[in-house]
């Protein structure tokens, strides 16, 4: 595998939280902090009505901008949803895809996140693959099986050329938004994992140059313990990304030693 050249990412998943101006305010601290800290990329995933907005407060900064969720179809009758060629125009140039709240309460399905990942690659949007088990899951000792399965039918399709750009999040379910973090070694194993995976899809030279995040709970108590992981390329943050107290050191600490 070469040498790792992944820059750290921390990343802020904003849910259906924060109106206009508690969102200026973060974006302006955070795009403040990208001029003096190089060495992490920042990226922020507000609700869609907000996504012009902020790309147009950070624009000139390091920060970047995700959407959180978008459909596979270009256009058409699917009222409620957004194409990935709108997300691209409203200024995001990334996309959350497949989040355990748009599994398991929304019902996605495996199969309509491969679609979403094409159809992102295909407007040159990154995605950012959210996998993980449920908690029934780990117990009954599955939790490689079913990020494995989730993984190969997402990226089924997607050539070595896109692979490289694919940030793949891992998010146990049972540690979202619970307080619950998955320990340092627990997290090390499946990032490991999915690192292998990635490389068997590929090759181990587009699986090095893919970010693979840890999500679930992440707070700046428990960042260090995470970040120091040779696999985990840094995080993706509910919670604790809603406010500059909590995300900026998180953010500071996310660089690799
Ligand atoms: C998330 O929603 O992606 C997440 C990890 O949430 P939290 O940090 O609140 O657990």
Redo the contacts with the bound molecule.
Sequence with gaps: MSENTRVPMAAG?W?MNLGRDSARKLVDELRNLSYSLESVQILVAPPALLLPLVADWVSGSRVMVAAQNMHWEARGAFTGELSASMVREAGATHVILG?SERRHVFGESDDWIRRKVGAALAADLVPILCVGEKLEEREAGRTLDVVGRQLSIALDGVGADDGAKIVVAY?PVW???TGKTATPADAREVHAFVRRSLAETWDGETAGRAHILY????KPSNIAGLIAEPDIDGT?????SLTAEQFVPIVKSSMKR
Excluded: R, T
């Design positions: 998943n849910k989040h998010e540690a979202i938004g999500g679930g709970s992440v993706l943050v509910g919670g604790a």
